[in-house]
Nanobody, 132 residues
Framework: QLQLVESGGGLVQPGGSLRLSCAAS????????IGWFRQAPGKEREGVSY????????NYADSVKGRFTISRDNAKNTVTLQMNRLKPEDTAVYYC?????????????????????????WGQGTQVTVSS
């Protein structure tokens, strides 16, 4: 059974860093585009970052550009989201999601890869809390 598992969340002070990982079991991530999303209490889920199956294309929400970096290691079957200079408004449950190979999403637009409906498999999420 295809599963995604997020890890690395926790409590961090403003300005700190966390490294989230998305690990796959039951399949290899090589051919899947991966997105990171987050949902804060009372808010809609929003796209945070995207990486193509090859790793050659990435995208970020404006709110995290310059602070977050997405990467993938297909040999380890993981995708990582490095989050630096964290802010209280980054507090949310973070989810990784995989898009079925061959499924084409929006491209060439600011929100490319950041639309939740374009993804087929989801992890259960990991809590990130940024607070002093």
């Amino acid at each position: 059974q295809l599963q995604l598992v997020e890890s690395g969340g926790g409590l961090v002070q403003p300005g700190g860093s966390l490294r989230l990982s998305c690990a796959a079991s039951g399949f290899t991530l090589d051919y899947y585009a991966i997105g990171w999303f987050r949902q804060a209490p009372g808010k809609e889920r929003e796209g945070v970052s995207y990486i193509s199956s090859s790793g050659g294309s990435t995208n970020y929400a404006d709110s995290v550009k310059g602070r977050f970096t997405i990467s993938r290691d297909n040999a380890k079957n993981t995708v990582t989201l490095q989050m630096n200079r964290l802010k209280p408004e980054d507090t949310a449950v973070y989810y990784c999601a995989a898009r079925e190979p061959g499924r084409i999403g929006v491209h060439g637009l600011p929100n490319s890869g950041l639309i939740s409906d374009e993804y087929d498999y989801w992890g259960q999420g990991t809590q990130v809390t940024v607070s002093s």
